[in-house]
């Protein structure tokens, strides 16, 4: 029997304008996180399809009920942050064009690569995200308690719900694939895939997005990009276009934590990875908490409390 709940979540993204610095005290973490919403909506559309095509080759009943379980979940994540986009989009029109390279990166996968190839990507990438959302969530004070409340609140109860599935996947592709060693062969090759997505979204954000409102350059997280944006200042034959300030989203957060995160996403790659084993973020368990004691979750930081 599955643990997981499906949630319905709505965040009144329609009521008032949705800002792309929706952070003004780190607008770098306010573009990645932006960025995430537009991963999101073409990745869940990729785990959508592959589900349906992977339940007929899932034999035990405990694993097709996980699946059945996590897609829905995935599938209320995109709805959300679909609403979110569009949010954005309303603002920025010209971000309807990066929306749509998002979801084309996605669909290009599931039309030209295997069902396997999409397992393993999916367990791959969730495996990432409880070493990661950890670090994010143990920090909310600054990456998400500053800014409006309607992004913030979205992406805690994603990010806590990626923490609740975090098995999910790696069950899925274990029962239909079952070899870490096809897992770890694919894995470069998946995280290019993520990175040229991403950057797909962070060039659109420059493109569409006026610097005065988006405050850094987007693509300023690729180390890469920053060096070949310096080396421009001293060799101005270069002519690299200037989209702005380069500052990183997670700077001002303890190097220790940061140095934690980074050997979590390297051990979620490797053989045998249990996600069951994964230090969980506190705040995961206060927001259950709160959501089964009727606390309005969609207003993460301004809700009445719940009386007692
Ligand atoms: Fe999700
Ligand atoms: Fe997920």
């Known amino acids: ?14 009521d008032y304008d949705v800002p792309f610095l929706w952070n003004e005290e780190n607008p770098a973490f306010s573009s990645m996180a932006n960025a995430v ?12 399809n592959m589900i349906r095509e992977a339940m007929p080759l899932i034999t035990d009943p405990a694993v097709a009920e996980e699946a059945d379980a996590f897609v829905r979940q995935e599938g209320q994540h995109s709805t959300a942050h679909r609403q979110h986009a569009n949010g954005l989009i309303r603002r920025y029109p010209g971000l309807q064009e990066t929306l749509n390279e998002v979801i084309a990166e996605f669909d290009r996968l599931t039309v030209h690569t295997s069902v396997e190839y999409r397992l ?15 670090l994010m969530l143990d920090n909310d004070s600054t990456l998400f308690r500053p800014g409006d409340d309607r992004v913030a609140s979205l992406f805690i109860w994603h990010f806590v719900e990626e ?52 405050k850094v350059d987007a693509l300023s997280m690729f180390a890469s990009y920053r060096r070949r944006q310096k080396l421009r200042t001293w060799l101005p034959f270069l002519h690299a276009e200037d989209h702005g300030p380069m500052p990183r989203a997670f700077d001002h957060l303890p190097l220790r934590e940061q140095l934690v995160a980074l050997a979590g ?13 994964e230090k969980l973020p506190a705040l995961a368990d206060v927001w259950f908490q709160r959501y089964e004691a009727g606390y309005d979750v969609s207003h993460w930081y301004t809700a009445d409390p719940v009386a007692p």
Do not use: W
């Not at 996403?265 to 084993?277: A, T």
């Open 1 to 14: 029997m599955t643990d997981l709940q499906v949630r319905k979540m709505r965040f009144a993204f329609a």
């Open 37 to 48: 919403s537009f991963l999101a909506i073409g990745f869940e559309k990729m785990i959508v």
């Open 120 to 134: 393993a990507y999916t367990a791959d990438l969730e495996a990432t995200f409880t070493p990661v959302f950890k």
């Open 163 to 214: 923490v609740e599935h975090r098995s999910s996947a790696l069950i899925i592709f274990d029962s239909v694939v079952g070899s870490d060693v096809y897992r770890m062969r694919m894995a470069p090759s998946i995280f290019r895939h993520v990175l040229k997505v991403i950057r797909v979204a962070c060039a659109g954000f420059n493109e569409h997005v006026p610097l005065e409102e988006r």
């Open 265 to 277: 996403v390297i051990r979620s790659q490797l053989p045998k990875h249990n996600p069951d084993h």
